[in-house]
């Protein structure tokens, strides 16, 4: 039987039911339907952890921008491999489709149902299996939360090499699910540099166990690479191991006003170049973006107005060596008046109010209205004309139209604010958008996936040769289509 | 019609014929035989660059270690990405063979026929696309020299992220789809991490446009990282985008002598400790190792005699903090007595004389008799073990047994020297070090890839559910099997 998607979508403090406007209409899957005989295998499997309150399964299905597309009657906490392992065994022999989920922190519909998936949660899979310290590789199951992981390692004197706003609630396995970026990468390199391991259970509950933690192995293709980015389509990531750093001795941070864009261009210019291998972050956010963050969450503006704001962070080995690179650099970013403001931290307390202010800018977004949020890779320089161009054509329209990011790593959040969504006014600007994004062989999602948002426009970037190797791909690890189906690949 | 191999290995200045003694019989695979028909298509398509020398191509067939297994007949050099379409286009429709080959500086076999298979060598495509030197981003052909790209980005204030021995002559195509790690992999990353973009021409000629110079990407499947150690098995990579790192402004070298592994391990821990995020390479070698490149390179022992040497280098964009750094480090080396013997080095030409008495340990073993070569990754606390075991069951049945590499990386070279080769020496030296290699859960290629003289280990380490899953991305990308046959996927 086929029923059709009442799609739902929303964002922040305000919401919408799409329905079948935003998206073309999707259609569900020849999946079998959940029977009592079904539950009941999963009760004798899972005693305890087998969810179908309703109450608790609404919230599972709603993600953190408010959508609750699908209407998932049960949720399954496995503890082990093993049971995920027979859950998927079964569920693939019945033709039961799922969706894995960790902390549900995802931007783009990917760990949510669109239907009646069975919802496999990896919050109770939380535990740390191994720690070395004189390589740094961690060992631990997906449903960490990051946040702990950081706390873990701290006590052993390294850090995560991932960083970002979601921490307190988002687990390993889904950042390693969406090769999650933050505000670290342009220091330690993307999640496909630093997770050396991964074990993820087959659609049919073969557990694949690639969880080396050797930070060298060329033994033919890195399927491990299929699972970084792969969404849950491929194989549910039930463990990983990753290299982490020492924790830097020294951290710094600035909180710097330029003039101009170009005035952010040149002091990320002369930040490579003076604060060279301590550059550890290099963020910056529009004037919109402080309104924002000032309006609706009361932070402060660390410095007076401006156009632009950047946020460079250096953490290092040596704190005297760090303090005068830092102070070098700042002196040298007001002579040539690059910067005309700025603001400098290493107390931590201080320095996380300074994170806060490009860390909560989502938050301020979604108290500002229904936001549409774009996630683009564009070429560094040509970054912000994006921003630009989407205010010179729907200023009129919209609440606000704010632009901010991860520059080093030509990242550009885009991020525009109504007062109720409105879905002519959503297709022209993904026309403009994603337009734009494919004329300047960008990506139209950088960090955040490609879920069940993304999924109608990735041909505007991606060749039909690309699409059908990753359709074998996924044909070739997951017949049946089992494996968070409506997600990645468009039917 | 089927014939067998002839396979023929060598080392160095000794040459043997193993023939069926070092591997299993490998039996040529149903492709087609060339005909006179064949070479005319070729010659209308690459009029001058279709070559049938009888000389030439006995040297095309060998490989830098002297093996010379098969008898390939033609030889192609394209220039362009259209080029190569329509000469995989041909030899797919006519089920041919070929084996893709850039500087053939492999040390597995990967890039030398075991039959009759068509060479296609990438020697012509050597152009430099682009260079962005805001983003660092390098966009250039497959047959591009690394020491070319090293000297062209240098003129642009640039590096490239990959430094290895052979780069005088290796191809960055090659270096990409072997995903060779060398000396900075402990500072730069993996490939996996650097190379942006890649473009592959599929079996059947179709283009596969991955060539994007964007630093986060995340919609879908990350293809290119199938390339990435494909050692031309499921495509031939043609161009590539390499993110590359700005110049440091100082490099320090230092050459240490230590005596014993565990105060190498203490001298390392140290050097991540003092020296944190300027170094940039961490490579050991034993007293043999010295003794070889002492005795036939005529080398110089830059210190006094020691069992163990280190060459640290570190490099920054501060040469006051870099060198401070590196006094002070080597002072505690001194103190703790982890480090009895030591010079430093700023000057390119010292700093080079430092580097060259590394990295020229593989031309030493070479003259010193027949070498096994092995390249594995194991945990780094005990990394040298699997050296002394190996003198303790081999010393008297071989000249020399050294052990070297990149410590930082738990990447060690063990090679063995014997006057000739011996098949039923080889079988139980390797039985030895690839049992020692699994049961720690190593891997048996750290860097040199699998090429065919490690295909029939590689189930030692790899479960038969991720052979089958390469098995299957193999089938998907390369029906007929017709892209470097023979290689890493046994029978």
């Known amino acids: 039987m086929e029923v059709e998607s009442s799609h739902g979508i929303g964002g922040g403090m305000v919401r919408a039911d799409l329905s079948k406007m935003t998206h073309p209409v999707v259609k569900r899957g020849p999946f079998s339907l959940l029977e009592p005989r079904d539950i009941e295998v999963f009760q004798a499997l899972l005693p305890e952890r087998v969810i179908t309150d309703p109450d608790v399964l609404r919230a599972s299905c709603t993600d953190w921008l408010g959508n609750c597309p699908g209407n998932s009657v049960l949720m399954l906490r496995?503890?082990?491999?093993?049971?995920?392992?027979?859950?998927?065994?079964?569920?693939?022999?019945?033709?039961?489709a799922l969706t894995p989920q960790g902390g549900n922190t995802?931007?783009?519909?990917?760990?949510?149902?669109?239907?009646?998936e069975i919802i496999v949660s990896t919050s109770l899979?939380?535990?740390?299996?191994?720690?070395?310290?004189?390589?740094?590789?961690?060992?631990?199951?997906?449903?960490?939360?990051?946040?702990?992981l950081h706390n873990y390692l701290s006590e052993h004197g390294h850090i995560m090499p991932l960083d970002l706003g979601a921490k307190g609630s988002c687990q390993i396995g889904g950042n390693v699910s969406t090769n999650a970026g933050g505000v670290r990468l342009i220091r330690y390199g993307s999640l496909r540099h630093t997770v050396l391991g991964v074990e993820a259970v087959l659609a049919d509950g073969t557990v694949l166990d690639l969880l080396t933690t050797l930070r060298k192995d060329n033994t033919g293709y890195d399927l491990k690479q299929l699972f970084l980015g792969g969404e849950g389509t491929l194989g549910l990531v039930t463990?990983?191991?990753?290299?982490?750093?020492?924790?830097?001795s020294s951290q710094?941070?600035?909180?710097?006003?330029?003039?101009?864009?170009?005035?952010?261009?040149?002091?990320?210019?002369?930040?490579?170049?003076?604060?060279?291998?301590?550059?550890?972050?290099?963020?910056?956010?529009?004037?919109?973006?402080?309104?924002?963050?000032?309006?609706?969450?009361?932070?402060?503006?660390?410095?007076?107005?401006?156009?632009?704001?950047?946020?460079?962070?250096?953490?290092?080995?040596?704190?005297?060596?760090?303090?005068?690179?830092?102070?070098?650099?700042?002196?040298?970013?007001?002579?040539?008046?690059?910067?005309?403001?700025?603001?400098?931290?290493?107390?931590?307390?201080?320095?996380q109010a300074l994170w806060?202010?490009?860390?909560?800018?989502?938050?301020?977004?979604?108290?500002?209205?229904?936001?549409?949020?774009?996630?683009?890779?564009?070429?560094?320089?040509?970054?912000?004309?994006?921003?630009?161009?989407?205010?010179?054509?729907?200023?009129?329209?919209?609440?606000?139209?704010?632009?901010?990011?991860?520059?080093?790593?030509?990242?550009?959040?885009?991020?525009?604010?109504?007062?109720?969504?409105?879905?002519?006014?959503?297709?022209?600007?993904?026309?403009l958008v994603y337009g734009w994004t494919a004329r300047c062989r960008g990506s139209v999602s950088a960090e955040?996936?490609?879920?069940?948002?993304?999924?109608?426009?990735?041909?505007?970037?991606?060749?039909?040769?690309?699409?059908?190797?990753?359709?074998?791909?996924?044909?070739?690890?997951?017949?049946?289509?089992?494996?968070?189906?409506?997600?990645?690949l468009a039917d």
């Not at 990735?458 to 699409?467: D, E, F, I, W, Y």
Request: with cysteine.
């Open 78 to 96: 496995p503890r082990t491999t093993k049971e995920v392992s027979e859950i998927l065994r079964y569920c693939n022999e019945r033709q039961l």
């Open 106 to 116: 995802g931007l783009v519909g990917g760990s949510v149902p669109l239907f009646d």
């Open 125 to 148: 899979m939380d535990e740390v299996v191994s720690f070395n310290p004189l390589s740094g590789v961690l060992v631990c199951q997906a449903g960490c939360v990051l946040e702990r």
């Open 239 to 248: 463990a990983v191991a990753l290299a982490c750093p020492r924790m830097p």
């Open 252 to 351: 710094n941070v600035a909180f710097l006003g330029c003039q101009s864009f170009d005035a952010v261009l040149k002091t990320f210019e002369l930040a490579r170049h003076r604060l060279g291998e301590t550059l550890s972050a290099f963020e910056f956010l529009d004037e919109v973006c402080m309104w924002l963050v000032n309006t609706h969450l009361a932070l402060a503006n660390p410095v007076t107005e401006h156009p632009f704001y950047v946020l460079v962070e250096t953490a290092g080995s040596c704190g005297r060596h760090d303090d005068e690179k830092m102070q070098d650099f700042l002196q040298e970013a007001m002579e040539t008046a690059h910067v005309s403001a700025g603001t400098l931290a290493t107390d931590p307390s201080k320095v």
């Open 356 to 431: 806060s202010v490009r860390e909560r800018i989502t938050e301020a977004l979604s108290r500002d209205g229904f936001t549409y949020k774009y996630d683009v890779s564009l070429p560094t320089e040509d970054i912000y004309n994006l921003v630009v161009e989407t205010r010179r054509v729907f200023q009129g329209e919209s609440k606000h139209i704010v632009g901010y990011g991860h520059l080093g790593d030509g990242n550009l959040h885009l991020n525009v604010t109504v007062p109720a969504h409105d879905a002519d006014f959503k297709k022209r600007l993904e026309e």
């Open 448 to 488: 955040h996936g490609v879920g069940t948002f993304k999924r109608h426009v990735l041909a505007s970037t991606k060749s039909p040769v690309a699409l059908g190797i990753m359709r074998g791909i996924k044909q070739l690890l997951d017949p049946k289509g089992i494996l968070n189906p409506y997600k990645i």
